[in-house]
């Protein structure tokens, strides 16, 4: 079975656990890192013959078109991640319109490809923001990866499927929904594979997750990370314990579980693995 293999491109001063310490202003203050270390992840994927889809912030590609021209050019799907790394419950549905929409045209327009996936930073599609979703299908989206069926404070919709799925919207738009991977462990779900839950977690873990969703519940898995999650000497932004503990933890080992991952299980694009389920093409 091959499973989802993803990058959210963003750089180490963009995320969301020092958005209180650094605004959006303020990173072109900062030395960038993102070009390094996702050619170190080329470097990785093409080692192992892995085609991946990449989620990128649109101010990345603004500032680095090389870049997405470089990814498109191996073979790799390129996809949004917005524009500005803003969280979707801090946007009106006007100014999440312009921010999907403005990212979208500097990414078409670098890999001379539609633009059809979409992630939302932070997996911030909750509850209160499914306005979102005919805002995405309205400007040409057909396959999100926001709706992460857990509880934690910046994200969550607990009880939204776990699986792949259509969702209609409110509008009776569909887009397909391809959720981050969670396993169900005494009435909860637990992330694995995926930034801090693939750093935090022993590996023989994440493969016994990843392996009972595809033996087991016979779906695929979708495996997602950020570039700077290689790069144990980042620069340290002064932050909260808790902050610099999410953000820190295991930068060290987290290539080599990569590199584990990529030998023990079959991945591609997103688009490539939706087109294969019979969900998918059930709701065409």
Request: proline share 7%; charged share 20%; glycine share 6%.
């Amino acid at each position: 079975m091959r499973n989802v293999l993803s990058v959210d491109v963003e750089d180490y001063f963009q995320v969301e656990a020092f958005a209180g310490q650094v605004t959006c202003g303020q990173w072109p203050s900062f030395a960038p890192r993102v070009e390094r270390n996702t050619g170190r992840i080329l470097d990785l994927f093409a080692r192992h013959g892995t085609k991946a889809t990449f989620f990128i912030l649109g101010w990345i590609a603004e500032r680095f078109p090389h870049l997405v021209q470089e990814i498109a050019a191996c073979g790799h799907e390129i996809a949004c991640h917005g524009f500005a790394h803003q969280l979707l419950p801090r946007l009106t549905p006007e100014q999440f319109r312009a921010d999907i929409r403005q990212a979208k045209d500097v990414l078409s327009g670098l890999s001379n490809h539609p633009i059809t996936g979409y992630r939302a930073p932070s997996f911030s599609i909750v509850q209160k923001t499914l306005w979102a979703f005919d805002i995405l299908a309205e400007e040409g989206f057909k396959i999100d990866s926001s709706v992460f069926p857990v509880h934690h404070d910046f994200y969550g919709i607990p009880e939204a499927p776990r699986s792949p799925y259509w969702r209609t919207t409110p509008a009776g738009n569909a887009i397909f929904e391809f959720p981050p991977s969670t396993v169900r462990i005494l009435n909860s779900n637990i992330g694995i594979a995926g930034g801090g839950y693939l750093r935090f977690a022993p590996y023989f873990l994440t493969r016994r997750g990843v392996r009972y969703i595809n033996q087991v519940e016979k779906q695929p898995a979708m495996v997602y990370f950020h570039p700077w999650e290689i790069d144990p000497d980042q620069p340290r932004i002064r932050a909260s314990l808790r902050s610099r503990l999410r953000h820190y933890t295991n930068l060290t080992s987290m290539e080599q579980k990569l590199a584990m991952l990529l030998r023990d299980f079959r991945f591609d694009t997103l688009s490539r693995v939706c087109a294969q389920l019979a969900v998918y093409q059930a709701g065409l």
